[in-house]
């Protein structure tokens, strides 16, 4: 994670043989309810439907969710590097997914709960701003089983193109409010993408120093995209780290994990005006990890079997 300095002034959206799925299960298609049709905010919104997002799980530190994921295949989940900040053996051994999952205060119909057996996080994680590579893969001790609320999301294909504003929908079990408490039930929003161009400068505002090196790193290796309305209002938050941003791809015929919920300057603040404000006040859309820069990394650990 980042050092002290920087997680005082920026909340990370963190509360504490290859498999294949299986061949009658279609990645990226709830059958419950579209998550699109239910506009819903987790920063001061209702609950979603249960069933609607399969993929997501709730990742545990003994029985207490600290951040969201996304089941890839079987056996295997994508999550944010910054929720692993430990992988030793003591840590690990106290850490558990679970898929199915909708009421954390309640033993869902579909649940199902696993230790892990692996983690490996991107070899080019950093945690410096605007923290790059902030992805891991989770393997886990036995194969799940799939069904109508508990399937995979796809993946997308490194030349997929969606426009800014599409709505995109992340879920998650995260803060409802900056300061608030984690909810029990599911929530989600739906957030718009942020035109890459205006997310670098974006970033720029919400650091009141930036080195050239810094600046070069937004415009040559940055591997995050942003997502949000200047207004502020929706987001995600705290509690939400790791969980994917979904978008409709094929004609909106599926859903696919474009991004993996990174961080933020605050939760749902507005950020359309930041030139204006002083550096605390300042807000951001949500940062969220490109999947489509790191496809290369996901398919060759994933053909490695185990990751080390």
């Given at each position: ?60 530190n ?13 056996s ?6 910054h ?8 840590f ?9 999952e ?7 119909e579909?649940?199902?709960?696993f ?6 996080v ?12 902030d ?62 161009a ?36 929706r ?36 950020w ?37």
């Open positions: 994670m980042r050092t002290v300095a920087a997680l005082l002034s920026y909340c990370f959206w963190i509360s504490a043989g290859n498999h294949t799925v299986q061949t009658d299960q279609k990645c990226g298609t709830p059958q419950v309810v579209k998550p699109m049709f239910q506009f819903l905010r987790v920063v001061g919104g209702t609950q979603a439907k249960y069933g609607s997002h399969p993929w997501l799980v709730s990742v545990q003994r029985g207490f969710h600290f951040c969201g994921g996304a089941i890839l295949t079987d295997w989940i994508l999550t944010a590097a929720c692993f900040p430990f992988v030793s053996k003591d690990l051994s106290c850490v558990w997914v679970l898929v199915g909708f009421d954390l205060g309640a033993d869902d579909d649940e199902q709960a230790t892990v057996k692996s983690v490996s991107h070899e080019k994680y950093n945690q410096a701003f605007p923290m790059n590579y992805i891991a893969l989770v393997e886990l001790d036995h194969h799940i089983r799939m069904g109508a609320r508990v399937r995979p999301i796809c993946l997308p294909l490194p030349d997929l193109q969606i426009p800014p504003w599409t709505n995109c929908v992340v879920a998650g079990w995260g803060k409802t409010r900056e300061r608030g408490r984690l909810p029990a039930i599911l929530r989600e929003v739906n957030l718009g993408l942020v035109d890459q205006k997310c670098k400068h974006i970033l720029k505002t919400i650091k009141s120093s930036f080195s050239k090196q810094k600046r070069g790193l937004l415009e040559a290796d940055m591997t995050v995209l942003c997502a949000g309305p200047e207004e502020g209002g987001d995600a938050c705290q509690g939400d780290s790791g969980g994917p941003l979904v978008c409709p791809a094929g004609s909106g015929s599926h859903w696919v994990a474009l991004g993996i919920t990174s961080w933020g300057k605050g939760c749902g603040r507005s359309g005006n930041n030139g204006s404000q002083p550096s605390s006040k300042r807000g951001s859309p949500g940062i969220f990890t490109d999947v489509r820069l790191v496809l290369p990394w996901i398919k060759q650990k994933l053909r490695e079997g185990r990751p080390r």
